[in-house]
């Protein structure tokens, strides 16, 4: 969705309030929840009322945002500097809101889109791409030991296609196959460098077929190369910079947001971030 036509919700709270009902984050009424009556009504700015018993009540109640005190246009704008990637910060002073509330919306988000991607789980196929890399850290690190600090993430990426991305205790073989083995279909094609991890895919050549290139020697010969996956990682490490540092605890949760900005790139974003939170319990 457009900024403009954000703000335009955004502006009239009754609107904004209509639209996130129709997405289903708020709940519409025709029978009161008290008393079942069939006597209700909708009275001044977003409130039902019981003409049987004179009760009143939020949309809100019984939602996935009955807990949510913000405005319903404040919180369609929130969405909005989520998707635009404005920091919790940033977005706190440009809706003069408490930095707090800001960050513990946006934490909803991500929740929503961490079980969006959960929902999504399925096999990348054709030609894909495996690597590994480490993130945080105060220092560069090497592969292994070198990475002391370092949180060890591997990532997948389907040419043409999407990326799945993991936090991993470790790139050990056995955690690596495991991991090619749950995300990549049978008969694929796997291109890594040299890291002796992968010597493991020679003893699959009846799953996979497996094709290395050498980095220190070239960065692609022909087909076989690791760009698209390198490339992703460099798409997450500038975007995570931003944060100037994320905790251990949640730092999955932005790892995921990153999977899912680029897997629906081409797609509309707001919407899908929006309705995300309709997946949290």
């Not at 009556?37 to 996935?64: F, Q």
């Not at 999504?120 to 002391?148: N, W």
């Amino acid at each position: 969705m457009e900024i403009m036509e954000v703000v335009k919700k955004a502006a009239d709270e009754e609107k904004a309030c209509r639209y996130l009902q129709a997405l289903g984050l708020l709940k519409t009424y025709t029978v009161c929840p008290f008393c079942s009556s069939e006597r209700v009504g909708w009275i001044r700015r977003c409130i039902y009322k019981c003409y049987t018993y004179s009760r009143e009540w939020s949309p809100r109640r019984g939602s996935v945002l009955e807990k949510t005190r913000l405005p319903y246009g404040r919180l369609l704008m929130l969405v909005k500097l989520f998707e635009l990637e404005i920091s919790a910060n940033k977005a706190s002073k440009e809706l003069c809101m408490a930095y707090s509330t800001v960050y513990g919306f946006y934490r909803l988000l991500r929740e929503g889109i961490y079980y969006r991607i959960k929902q999504e789980e399925g096999q990348l196929g054709g030609e894909v791409e495996a690597d590994e890399s480490y993130f945080g850290g105060r220092r560069r690190g090497k592969r292994g030991r070198g990475a002391l600090g370092k949180i060890p993430v591997f990532g997948i990426i389907e040419r043409e296609g999407k990326v799945k991305v993991e936090v991993v205790p470790d790139v050990k073989a056995e955690t690596l196959l495991k991991e090619i083995e749950k995300k990549v279909r049978r008969g694929s094609i796997i291109y890594t460098d040299q890291y002796k991890a992968y010597d493991t895919l020679v003893m699959h050549r009846d799953y996979f077929k497996h094709l290395r290139i050498d980095k220190g020697q070239r960065f692609a010969n022909g087909r076989v190369y690791i760009n698209g996956i390198e490339g992703f990682w460099s798409y997450a490490e500038e975007r995570l910079m931003k944060f100037h540092g994320v905790s251990v605890q949640y730092f999955e949760y932005y790892l995921k947001e990153l999977e899912f900005r680029y897997n629906h790139r081409s797609e509309d974003l707001y919407t899908l971030i929006l309705t995300s939170i309709l997946l949290v319990d």
